[in-house]
């Protein structure tokens, strides 16, 4: 067994020990357990001059750092202390064979109800880097989220200097009213939920918002000709950011907790649920001046969003008092909010990520794939109930997100008990359309019906298949990016374009030397994207091959319980669709991988 390590559960940093697992890594540096203990409670904040009860893990916003090295074996017990049903999910966790502890509502498990508690148990494999992890359920994650710093083995380093520090940067979003309330109301009127008001730095909104107190603005202190890794996450609810650092060039050298041939740029961008490893080279004397990091919308719909900026401050030490509100400040240059004049810069550093493709870290890209499909990703409609007045494009309509022109519906029992159980029929159903039902010209005029169908639907795959997905965006009710997040495997980006995807001619074009590998990426808007992975996990996330003897890991007796949801929870799932007019009813598409022998 592994020595145990353990964790205070307030503590805003997790320290760190080591054992073996020789049995699991004969060759590789063995790894450790690490417990934590997750408490959900409200704590009472104050961003902006006003103050509210927020949902946080351990007080904190953001919650604390998990940190953890590569091979080692994470528990995470989760005590709800608040009135809404909980659960977490670890964004990027590969979760080998561990399916039950990725923690999407209803999907993988059910959620873990008020004074009970769910212990999440799982192993990083094979990654290492910045991943994190958020409430998945409503719109909970958006105070319920934290950073996971994974470590290199023991005695292994980077394939890059050693950084001098390394400080987790995590974008987010402040509602001066309670987000809950927010989504419940827009899923009420079919409407779009109103916008947050303002963003964050590490829980912060910065000096740009008014009634930001000084203390209200997240500060970095550095030394003059020092490296620093800093690790950014976009933990924003809807939202594409630019990021830049003012009179500083920033070098990518790591996404999605996979290393990449790294890169210098000016700014980037991040899409939600991504996380960029970047190395910030500080000047090699302290200048007379502060320098801003800032944050702002990539803005691509036609609808309602954050149009604000978030800045935090960058300071070199020392600086006396006296001396630092004389210096000047300096801003970054960042492209256009607006995505009509910003769409190719941001095509083109897009197509900088490249995996290392190195012996010691191949990129492993299915060369061949023998399941192929293509679904289309946007917008639509869906009718209103008898005798109510709705705020979709229409007083009778209500917006609606779909894959393929079905909607997501969530189900009461979760969907993996239900299949592992064999009780899967009236749960969800097998036959998620691996193509549109009837194909139209997706980026050009929208067609006369833009009415969705809702299901719970899935598709299943037999273990080890290579899988190809194009994702295209329409424009049926404006084109926009969309986020995309594949829960339990990681994915290559073989390619991507504008326009509607030529199955004859873009193929051709595909990287499938050294593509970046991912777990989430941005639909381009107007345009197409192309993934290809592997399907060889039995039990990740969204995509799913199931184990035996793992179901008693769900139900009553671990505070979980799938009897009936919530009246506060939403009847469909909301979609990963951006800031958009849109109430998404969408989830991701769900696949099933079975065992095959």
């Known amino acids: 067994m ?6 205070s559960p307030a503590s805003p940093m997790l320290f760190v020990c080591c054992c073996c697992l020789l049995w699991l890594f004969p060759i590789l540096a063995a790894g450790i357990t690490r417990h934590y203990k997750f408490d959900i409670n409200y704590t ?9 009860s927020v949902i946080t893990v351990n007080g904190l916003l953001p919650g604390p750092r998990l940190i953890a090295r590569e091979g080692d074996r994470v528990i995470v017990k989760v005590v709800n202390h608040v009135s809404n049903n909980i659960s977490i999910h670890w964004h990027g966790i590969r979760q080998l064979t561990t399916g039950w502890s990725d923690g999407p509502a209803y999907i993988t498990q059910c959620p873990i109800q008020t004074g009970q508690s769910y212990t999440y148990n799982f192993t990083i494999t094979g990654q290492r880097g910045t991943l994190w992890y958020h409430a998945h359920i409503s719109w909970l994650r958006s105070s319920v989220y934290g950073p996971m710093v994974i470590l290199p083995r023991k005695n292994e380093s980077f394939p890059f200097p050693k950084p001098y520090k390394q400080i987790p940067i995590l974008f987010g979003e402040w509602f001066n009213v309670d987000p809950e309330a927010v989504i419940a109301q827009a899923l009420q009127t079919g409407g779009g939920p109103n916008v947050s008001n303002a963003y964050t730095i590490n829980g912060l909104p910065g000096p740009l918002y008014n009634c930001s107190s000084a203390s209200e603005t997240f500060k970095l202190k550095v030394k003059p000709g020092k490296t620093y ?48 490893n970047v190395l910030l080279k500080t000047k090699p004397h302290s200048p007379n001046a502060t320098f801003l990091m800032e944050a702002k919308p990539y803005f691509t719909g036609q609808g309602t969003f954050d149009n604000s900026t978030v800045a935090g401050i960058l300071e070199y030490a020392p600086v006396k008092k006296s001396t630092a509100a004389k210096l000047p ?6 492209p256009s909010i607006n995505g009509n004049f910003s769409t190719p810069q941001v095509a083109n550093f897009t197509a900088k990520f490249r995996s290392l493709a ?23 409609t869906s009718p209103c109930p008898q005798n109510t007045t709705c705020q979709g494009p229409t007083n009778t309509t209500k917006f609606a997100a779909s894959i393929n022109n079905v909607s997501f519906a969530l189900p009461s029992v979760a969907m993996l008990q239900s299949y592992y159980a064999g009780n899967s029929i009236g749960v969800f159903s097998s036959d998620f359309p691996q193509n549109p039902a009837n194909p139209f010209n997706y980026t050009g005029p929208a067609p006369n019906n833009t009415n969705v ?23 049926i009710l404006g084109a926009e990016s969309h986020p995309l997040h594949l829960h339990g495997f990681n994915f290559f980006v073989v390619g991507q374009g504008f326009g509607n995807y030529d199955q004859n001619k873009d193929p051709a074009k595909f990287n499938l030397v050294d593509p970046v590998e991912r777990n989430t990426v941005g639909v381009p808007a107007g345009g197409w994207v192309a993934i290809r992975f592997l399907a060889d996990n039995p039990g990740g996330g969204v995509v799913y091959a199931l184990p035996s003897g793992c179901a008693y890991e769900l139900g009553a007796e671990n505070g979980v319980d799938c009897n009936g949801r919530s009246s506060a929870e939403p009847e469909a799932a909301t979609a990963a669709g951006r800031s958009s007019p849109v109430l998404a009813t969408a989830l991701h598409f769900l696949l099933f991988p079975s065992v095959s022998s």
Request: net charge positive.
């Open 2 to 7: 592994g020595h145990r390590s353990y964790i």
């Open 44 to 52: 009472n904040l104050t961003r902006l001059c006003h103050t509210r």
């Open 229 to 276: 890794m800093l690790r950014l996450v976009n933990a924003a609810l809807n939202d594409e950011l630019f990021f830049g650092i003012a009179n500083h060039s920033l070098t990518v050298v790591d996404a999605d907790a996979v290393y990449v041939k790294p890169f210098k740029t000016e700014w980037l961008l991040i899409t939600p649920g991504q996380t960029t």
């Open 329 to 334: 400040v300096m801003k970054p240059t960042l």
């Open 358 to 380: 190195s012996p010691k870290f191949p990129a492993n890209v299915p060369q061949t794939v023998s399941r192929k499909f293509f679904f289309t990703v946007g917008l639509g």
């Open 453 to 475: 169908g809702n299901g719970t639907k899935a598709l299943v795959l037999a273990f080890n298949t290579s899988v190809e997905v194009i994702l295209q965006d329409t424009s």
